[in-house]
């Protein structure tokens, strides 16, 4: 038997800001397979057995959800706040969040996954984490912590932290527009292996800036420095070294092994 609860949250901002209603009345509907519970005291609906709950162009799934409510002072009642715990996925739009257990705040919009076999798909890129993974459908922020990394077609950015920014095209569609990679930085492309202390990445320009210990190897040859600047389309990178702090550029080369790539130190 699947039980419905439909709630009609008044005076609350949607659960994503570019939902197609600009109405602030958008009812979350709660669904469940097995149960659904009305805690009055504790201020809670809890719902059981492949759970769907979705307002607007977002929808949470998971095994068991709590929604947290309040009431207003106009006597209207609002959730404020979603748990989701057991194979959890939580879609806005194209992209879909999985997870062991999820928060999301309505409000904001902020969701926080932990568990196993985190990971946020988009048409385009496949972010990964191993400790917690965070995404907010109104700022359109991701944050992957531990072992973080984002694969996009052949290239592949690992570090202990990424947060991705991404925005909307012409289309309407969400892509890329940079990451930035803290500590143990790795950018792998078919040509190269850059990696360094910290990074940014530019998905726009398809151009990438490393710095701190930052070594380039493509094939045998390696240049190494304090601060890299890539372009992953041409393939020209450049290598700079940092004088004030004694640190030098160095550059190892085997003969006839570059013939088709560009590199540069300064």
């Known amino acids: 038997m699947n039980i419905l609860l439909t709630l009609f949250i ?20 709660i669904s469940a397979d097995q149960n659904l519970e009305w805690r009055q005291k504790d201020q809670q609906y809890i719902a059981n057995g492949n759970v769907e ?23 209207k009642t609002e959730i404020w706040r979603l748990t989701a715990n057991g194979n959890v996925q939580l879609r806005s739009d194209d992209n879909i969040v999985t997870g062991g257990q999820a928060v999301y705040l309505v409000e904001t919009g902020a969701a926080e996954v932990t568990g196993k076999y985190l990971q946020l798909t988009t ?15 109104q700022t359109l922020i991701a944050t992957a912590v531990g072992n973080a990394e984002i694969i996009q077609k052949d290239k592949k950015l690992n570090a202990e932290k990424i947060t991705a920014n991404f925005v909307k095209n012409s289309a309407g569609k969400q892509v890329l527009k940079n990451a930035t990679a803290t ?9 190269e292996v850059l990696t360094g202390n910290n990074g940014i990445y530019n998905a726009q320009k398809n151009t990438a800036e490393v ?23 041409t393939n020209l990178s450049k290598m700079f070294g940092a004088p004030e702090k004694g640190k030098r550029v160095k550059a190892t080369f085997f003969p006839g092994s570059e013939k088709n790539s560009k590199a540069g130190a300064q």
Do not use: C, W
């Open 183 to 191: 500590r143990n930085v790795k950018i792998t492309t078919p040509d």
């Open 123 to 137: 048409p385009n890129e496949t972010i990964t984490a191993i400790d917690k993974l965070t995404y907010n459908s």
């Open 53 to 75: 709950a979705k307002q607007g162009d977002i929808t949470i799934l998971a095994d068991k959800l709590v929604a947290d409510y309040k009431e207003n002072a106009d006597g």
């Open 211 to 233: 710095k701190g210990n930052v070594k380039i190897k493509r094939g045998p040859n390696t240049l190494e420095g304090a601060r890299a600047e890539v372009n992953l389309t």
């Open 10 to 29: 008044l005076f609350m901002t949607p659960m994503a800001a570019h939902a197609q209603s600009t109405s602030k009345d958008i009812p979350i509907e």
